[in-house]
Structures are given as C-alpha cells and as structure tokens.
C-alpha cells in the first residue's frame, strides 16, 4: 500500500512558466516532508522541507505548500529553467526524526522546454 | 561537500551468486541508508543503519542483509541474487536528527 503517492509520472512545461509537481500522503502521523531532485545516472540531491506545523517554505525558485487537511503537497518552481528538467520524488518521515527513515513517492518526470 | 561513493555504477551477476554493494561516506554521518529505485515505485527502503553494528530492516529487507563494521562504510549483501533483485541500487547518510539525506550515484546491477 502506497503512503505517498505521486499520481503524475509526467509533467511538461514550458521555460518560464511555472511548474506545480503534486504529491498526497495517507498517513496523518508523517511530520516532516522532503522533495528530492534526480538527474540521469546521479543519486537523488535533496531540494526543499516542509515540517508538519508549517504550511509554507520558500527556497528560492523553490516553494513547497502543505495542507495537512487534505493530506496534501505540492512544490512550486517559479520561474521553470529548461535545467529543473529532472525527476522529483516526495518522501515523508515515517519515524523518528533520529534515524530519517523515508518513504518515498514514484517520482514525477518534469520537463521544461525552452 | 558531503561526498557519498558507491563501489561499483554498474555490476552483472549470475542468479544464484553472492554480491556486495559497498557505500562509503565521509562526513562523520551516524546513520546510513540502502534503498532501490524501479520504475513506477520510487525509492524503497532496505535496510538502514543508525549506528556503527547497529540495523534496521526497511520495507523490503527480504533477500539482503547488510553489515556496517566502521562507521563510514555500510555494505549491502545479496545473499544469493535473483532476478527480480535486478534494480538501481542507491546508498545515503544522514546525521542525528537526520532530515536530510545524501546519496551516492548508485549502482545499476543487472542478475541474468
């Protein structure tokens, strides 16, 4: 059973605009959430967090919402760069912060065209 | 810069055989992580270690097991590979409190 789930494998957008990558979680006990950026043939690099008892972070390019409600979030990249064409995986804390054990989403391919 | 190594990018092995995935980091990190990446499932969590001896199994330790005698090297070991073990295989390290991790370029191992 999927606790986070990113139901968009794939995302186009055009350089310049903004990119909106989606990501939703079951389990309402997760208190911190991670994106992480992947390029081809190079491990995943870690981009921006969000803790539960925030619903906003803002790093640069880089926002990412949580709605805890709707056990829901989603990172924002405004404005796309043609380099931001990566795949994004969400992933959840699902333990103790003292360890970092992760679960992580399927990954959403995003490609920004020039 | 945080570096994280992986023995080998890419590695073909047998069915049956016995393999070993090395991971070294150098920032003093105490706990260690071995996930593997396939299509469609993201990254799933194998083992993990959180201290020098010490592990833990993820969410699919089934087929591994994993040693960590110093504290910047944790191993994966396939007891005896399977096909379906045929996946990316990716290590990373955190420190305490981890909420972040790092991870190494991975290493592609191809069982026939």
């Known amino acids: 059973d999927q606790q986070v789930k990113q139901n968009s494998p794939s995302l186009s957008v055009q350089e310049g605009r903004i990119s909106i990558l989606n990501c939703d979680y079951t389990?309402?006990?997760?208190?911190?959430f991670l994106w992480y950026k992947k390029y081809p043939a190079e491990g995943p690099t870690f981009l921006i967090s969000?803790?539960?008892?925030?619903d906003k972070n803002e790093d640069g390019r880089f926002t990412v919402f949580l709605n805890k409600s709707a056990k829901h979030l989603s990172l924002h990249i405004v404005p796309s760069q043609p380099g931001d064409s990566a795949v994004y995986f969400c992933?959840?804390?699902?333990?103790?912060?003292?360890?970092?054990?992760?679960?992580f989403g399927q990954g959403t391919t995003l490609q920004v065209k020039p | 810069d945080v570096k994280v190594t992986q023995s080998s990018r890419y590695l073909v092995k047998r069915t049956g055989e016995k393999v070993f995935l090395e991971c070294v980091q150098d920032?003093?990190?105490?706990?260690m992580f071995w996930y593997r990446q396939d299509p469609g499932l993201g990254l799933r969590l194998i083992y993990f270690?959180?201290?020098?001896?010490?592990?833990e199994k993820g969410d699919i330790p089934e087929g591994y097991s994993v040693s960590r005698e110093k504290k910047e090297r944790f191993s994966l070991i396939l007891e005896s590979a399977s096909t379906n073990q045929t996946s990316m295989y990716l290590c990373?390290?955190?420190?305490?409190?981890?909420?972040?991790?790092?991870f190494g370029p991975g290493t592609r191992l191809t069982v026939t």
């Open positions: 969000i803790s539960s008892i925030k």
């Open positions: 270690s959180y201290d020098v001896k010490m592990k």
């Open positions: 992933a959840a804390n699902q333990g103790s912060s003292n360890t970092g054990k992760l679960i």
């Open positions: 920032m003093d990190h105490e706990n």
């Open positions: 389990n309402s006990m997760f208190d911190y």
């Open positions: 990373a390290s955190g420190s305490t409190p981890v909420y972040e991790q790092y």
